[in-house]
């Protein structure tokens, strides 16, 4: 079984050609990194791991490749972790695919890891098989295509959907992800967006805020600012669980390599969805 690609056409280009413009109009974007990716490695280092958004391409794809820029200084990952947030509320609490063999795109499949998502479910019994917490979810199909950009064959995937987004369970999660990628060569992303529906100055002094504390890799801290101040993000329990994971694999040093809003894009600063990109990194970045 192929998960399709549902939201091509909407949240990203469906022609394939089109689709590969679009991408790389977001690296050379100037609210992006202003730069494509270089067409090697610049080491051969393992990769840190990421925060990305997830909305249409035209409005969070810039600050998304700053992220995909940075990984693709890093030789090739085996595997690309992503935890993205369940918008649908169908399905398990934090799911893994079951029948589907692969995620498709206009620009391919991309093979699902069903190896590692065996460890993960002896290791972390939180974690259960279910395709109905993937069938409609965006937060992470919108990431494929920029994977699949950066690598001619693109590593294996492992989408894991957390509806169930606790600081409990999402530091336990990240615990056990950050045993499981203990020196190998596997990234973890966290698919998030911020503050949603309040002004732009609104939703960059709350998400400063949340950002300030992922930069200081401080989970709980997250946690109080996004209930004490109500910020509306919605991927708070997969930048927990990466922030867990990577502490775990020593890569204890955060970078906010990015933020706008989507009131940037189209000039309308009424109501506005916030995007940020980070890495979480060990020794030194090559930036």
């Known amino acids: 079984m192929i998960r399709r690609a549902v939201y091509a056409g909407s949240f990203y280009k469906s022609n394939p050609d089109t689709l590969i413009s679009s991408v790389k109009a977001c690296f050379t974007d100037s609210l992006g ?5 270089k067409e090697a490695p610049e ?3 393992i990769s840190p791991n990421f925060l990305v958004p997830h909305a249409g391409h035209m409005y969070s794809g810039p600050v998304a490749a700053s992220s995909f820029l940075e990984l693709s ?11 993205g947030p369940n918008h649908t509320g169908m399905g398990s609490e934090i799911a893994v695919p079951d029948k589907a063999e692969g995620w498709a795109t206009p620009l391919g499949t991309v093979e699902i890891d069903q190896g590692f998502i065996g460890k993960l479910i002896d290791d972390c019994n939180l974690v259960k098989r279910n395709d109905n917490s993937h069938t409609r979810e965006h937060s992470i199909e919108v990431q494929l295509p920029f994977i699949q950009y950066l690598y001619d064959e693109p590593p294996t995937l492992v989408p894991i959907a957390l509806l169930n987004q606790g600081y409990d369970s999402s530091m336990f999660l990240g615990e056990v992800l950050g045993k499981l990628i203990a020196d190998e060569n596997i990234v973890v992303l966290a698919s998030s967006d911020f503050t949603h529906f309040e002004s732009h100055d609104s939703a960059k002094r709350k998400d400063t805020h949340v950002l300030d504390a992922i930069e200081e890799m401080d989970s709980k801290k997250m946690y109080e600012i996004k209930y004490n101040e ?4 919605c991927g708070y329990g997969p930048i927990a669980a990466t922030i867990e994971a990577s502490k775990q694999t020593g890569k204890n040093k955060c970078r906010i390599l990015n933020y706008a809003t989507s009131g940037d894009v189209s000039g ?16 030194k970045l090559i930036i």
């Open 43 to 45: 080491t051969e280092e």
């Open 268 to 283: 309308d600063r009424s109501q506005v969805v916030g995007y940020g990109a980070a890495v979480f990194y060990k020794d």
């Open 33 to 37: 990194p202003r730069n494509l990716p």
């Open 230 to 233: 109500n910020v509306s993000m």
């Open 73 to 83: 200084n890093y030789k090739k990952p085996e595997t690309i972790v992503i935890l």
